[in-house]
């Protein structure tokens, strides 16, 4: 198979190029780099299967050749760089998802959109359901990336009903992993950051709001099989195992061996109150969950994590 994925040099984008590689498929992996780095995918670059392209998906993208698929992941997705860039986020919501849906249309490929489980804002459903519209505040600080993605659901929906395009729409839960950037406001890596330097971890509000993390390699494994045989309405992906913020913390500490102390601050506008998704819809349609335990993952991200700071020292 022939795949395109935008985004392909951030977080999720090169682990998912990464793992098509190794099923022996072609990928056009295509970044502007402005949150992605190069480095996430330096180790692809040999590969005879890989080609990256910089572009910007908001600006029209030409590829030649067939396409069998399109992973749309590329996104400004954390909460320090939609609050820099909002309008670069809403356009690669809404202009970058106009594009590549007409790329879909074009080339007759299979469509992935990357969306979040943001789209239901501070949930008033708790786990929350496919089902459920969410309770988002559009002018908010996290608006630019909760309505991109909204914008992006409707625009790939109304691709399949009026043209046809197979469409999957993929509600990412909270995800961690290697590769994450140390300082992109996410918990997991702040909370290892902090830990590994021996600061104050920073708990926003009284750290009783929760969280659902997913490790990187068991969502990718969703995203492949949601493309492969997905229905075209929306899947949640995520761990429902659900904790606070403080024990996410407390649980860092522990594994890292830190001698840092809880810090409590401010928490930030539109902070949700609760994650948790219901992933009945991925088993039943895909027989999908994860695998991999939080001491696990928590375990290869804090050694990642260390590597990457040790190399920063030297």
């Known amino acids: ?10 977080f999720l984008g090169s682990h998912l190029c990464e793992k098509l590689l190794s099923q022996k ?12 780095f190069r480095e996430n995918i330096e180790h692809l670059l040999s590969n005879p299967g890989f080609e990256f392209v910089h572009a910007d998906v908001s600006k029209p993208i030409e590829v030649n050749g067939g396409l069998d698929g399109i992973y749309h992941l590329a996104s400004v997705a954390s909460p320090v760089h939609y609050t820099r860039y909002p309008i670069q986020t809403l356009k690669s919501g809404a202009l970058g998802s106009h594009n590549t849906l ?16 943001e789209v239901y804002g501070d949930p008033l459903e708790h786990p929350q359901k496919e089902s459920y519209w969410g309770n988002v505040n559009p002018i908010g600080i996290r608006g630019a990336y909760d309505e991109s993605k909204r914008f992006a659901e409707a625009l790939a929906t109304a ?29 997991i890596p702040t909370f290892i950051g902090q830990a590994l330097r021996g600061e104050g971890i920073t708990v926003h509000g009284d750290g009783l709001q929760t969280r659902s993390l997913c490790y990187v390699s068991d969502l990718i494994e969703g995203l492949t099989r949601l493309m492969e045989s997905g229905p075209p309405e929306p899947v949640n992906l995520g761990n429902p195992q659900e904790l606070t913020i403080r024990e996410i913390a407390e649980r860092i500490i522990r594994l890292s061996g830190s001698a840092s102390r809880l810090t409590y ?21 895909l027989g999908w969950e994860p ?8 375990t290869t991200t804090i050694s990642w994590f260390k590597q990457k700071l040790s190399m920063a020292h030297r």
């Open 265 to 285: 601050v401010d928490r930030p506008a539109d902070d949700p109150e609760k994650r948790r998704p219901d992933i009945s819809k991925a088993k039943k349609e």
């Open 102 to 117: 007409g790329l879909a249309k074009a080339k007759g490929a299979t469509y992935l959109l990357a969306s979040t489980s």
């Open 1 to 10: 198979m022939r795949y395109l994925v935008t985004g392909g040099a951030g």
């Open 159 to 187: 691709y399949w009903r009026m043209h046809k395009v197979r469409i999957r729409i993929a509600r990412i839960f909270n995800t961690y992993g290697p590769r994450m950037a140390l300082n992109d406001g996410r918990v």
């Open 25 to 36: 498929h072609q990928v056009i992996c295509v970044d502007n780099l402005l949150t992605g």
């Open 291 to 298: 695998r991999v335990s939080l001491e696990e993952g928590l």
